[in-house]
């Protein structure tokens, strides 16, 4: 699988390549926008070749991506954190049962035996 996917990465740089190359007059082309915020006035950008115009493009949609992104994995990991704890929690009382468990087979009267309490687990803690 890691060899295709060097393979396909390989193919789309090479007819990224090839098209840019074919196509080197249109991207060489200096270009200029003009935008009018109908306050202040028009504002005109500095004359840059469109190849720098797509580059910055596909720069600044990769960064929003990115952050985006990145803001999902954060609340990921804070989501697994909980669940860790839960699970932590979950695994004391389970030996904690069993302590108790051990004891009470072992001849232990329900008076010594250590009284553990047990919290419900309600469908909201579970979400």
Do not use: C
């Not at 090839?18 to 028009?42: M, R, W």
Request: aromatic share 12%; net charge neutral.
């Amino acid at each position: 699988m890691k060899k295709v996917k060097i393979i396909l990465w390989l193919i789309s740089l090479g007819v990224t390549a090839l098209i840019a190359y074919q196509n080197k007059a249109f991207f060489l082309e200096p270009h200029s926008f003009t935008v009018d915020f109908f306050v202040g006035g028009i504002h005109r950008s500095p004359e840059w070749p469109n190849a720098v115009w797509f580059l910055a493009s596909f720069s600044l949609g990769f960064l929003i991506a990115y952050i985006f992104g990145l803001m999902e994995r954060f609340r990921s990991n804070r989501t697994i954190k909980e669940y860790k704890a839960k699970t932590e929690s979950l695994l004391d009382m389970i030996s904690q049962l069993r302590k108790e468990l051990e004891s009470r087979k072992a001849g232990a009267t329900p008076a010594e035996a250590p009284a553990i309490e047990v919290e419900p687990v309600s469908s909201a803690d579970e979400v």
